[in-house]
C-alpha cells in the first residue's frame, strides 16, 4: 500500500482547504497537527494553492500533504511540482488519471456511482473520492457499493461534518472522510488558529469514537468496585474468577484498530497487539486495557 494512502487512512479525516492567503498555509497546518490531523489537502480553487502547497511542504515535511480540486495536468504538474505527495479530483478525467500515474504520483478520482468507479478500476486505482457524498447516497449508496465493490476503498467528501462523520468512518470501504468544518474560511481569515485545533482535536476523537464496552472484575477486586461500575455508572460489568495481578479489565470500543493504533503512536502510548485488539502496557488506575474494533 502507498504510504500516503497508509497516512489517510491512519488519520481518518482530510481536512479540504481553500486558502486566499498563502502566508496562512503554514498556521493552518500546524493547528491541525496541534489537533491530531495529519493530512491536509490544499484545494485548487484559489491563486493561492500552489504557493500554499510550496509553503506546507517545506515548513511543515510531516504534513500528509495533497493537492485537491485538480482539474487538469497542468495543475497536477504544478501540485506535484510545490510538493503535494498526492492528487484529488472531483470528477473522473482519464487524462489527469493517466497523468498522474505516469509521474508515479497518488490520484484520488472524484466518482458518484459504479460507472466511474469501475473506470477507476480499469486503471489499477483501488481509492477513489465519492463527491458529492451527501447529494449522492451518503452513507446508504456506499454500503451498497460495498458489496459489488468489496476491495474498492472510498473517501467521501461534501455534506460530511462532525455530526455525521461517524457514520462514514463506520463503513469498511470508507477509508478517510474528507470535510472542512475545521478549516472554515472565517476561522482562518481571523487567524483563529487555536480553534482550528479544537476543531481538530474533536473530529480526531469523533473519528476514533472510544467507547467503554466492558468492565471484567477478576477475584480479589475491591468490594466496592462492582457498585461503582454498575449501579452509580451504568457500566456493563461481568466477573471472571481468575486471579491476576490487577483488579480487571477495561474494554474500549473503536471504529478502527489500526486507525487507533496510529493515534497510540503519535500520543507515545506504549502498546502491544494481541488476537484482534490493542493491550495497553501501563495500565490505567490498576486495570488493563484492551482496545478492540466493534
Not at 491536509?40 to 480540486?69: D, H, S
Not at 477509508?175 to 472554515?184: L, Q, R
Amino acid at each position: 500500500m502507498c504510504s500516503e494512502i497508509e497516512k489517510i487512512r491512519d488519520c481518518g479525516i482530510v481536512p479540504v482547504i481553500a486558502l486566499d492567503d498563502a502566508a496562512a498555509a503554514v498556521p493552518v497546518a500546524r493547528a491541525l497537527l496541534a489537533g491530531g490531523i495529519t493530512v491536509a489537502e490544499i484545494t485548487f480553487r484559489t491563486a493561492a494553492a500552489e504557493q500554499a502547497i510550496a509553503n506546507i511542504a517545506k515548513e511543515v515535511p510531516e504534513m500528509a500533504l495533497g493537492a485537491g480540486t485538480v482539474l487538469n495536468c497542468e495543475q497536477a504538474q504544478r501540485a506535484l511540482d510545490a510538493g503535494a505527495r498526492f492528487l484529488v479530483s472531483p470528477g473522473f478525467n482519464p487524462r489527469v488519471v493517466e497523468f498522474a500515474l505516469e509521474q508515479g504520483a497518488l490520484i484520488v478520482p472524484g466518482t458518484s456511482g459504479p460507472s466511474e468507479m469501475e473506470q477507476a478500476m480499469s486503471y489499477g486505482l483501488t481509492t477513489v473520492k465519492f463527491f458529492p457524498a451527501e447529494q449522492s447516497g451518503g452513507v446508504g449508496k456506499l454500503r451498497a457499493i460495498s458489496a459489488v465493490y468489496p476491495e474498492l476503498m472510498v473517501m467521501p467528501t461534501g455534506g460530511i461534518g462532525e455530526n455525521n462523520l461517524t457514520e462514514y468512518l463506520a463503513l469498511k470501504n470508507v477509508i478517510a472522510c474528507g470535510g472542512s468544518w475545521m478549516v472554515k474560511k472565517e476561522l482562518i481569515a481571523a487567524g483563529n488558529f487555536a480553534e482550528i485545533t479544537r476543531l481538530s482535536a474533536q473530529a480526531v476523537r469523533r473519528a476514533l469514537d472510544f467507547r467503554l464496552s466492558r468492565v471484567l472484575l477478576y477475584a480479589g477486586a475491591a468490594d466496592g468496585a462492582s457498585q461503582v461500575f454498575r449501579e452509580t455508572l451504568g457500566l456493563p460489568l461481568e466477573f471472571d474468577s481468575r486471579q491476576a495481578d490487577v483488579p480487571g479489565r477495561l474494554e474500549v470500543a473503536t471504529l478502527s484498530l489500526g486507525r487507533a493504533g496510529a493515534f497510540l503512536k503519535r500520543k507515545g502510548v506504549a502498546f502491544r497487539t494481541g488476537d484482534r485488539e490493542l493491550l495497553l502496557d501501563n495500565p490505567i488506575q490498576g486495570f488493563e486495557v484492551a482496545i478492540f474494533q466493534a
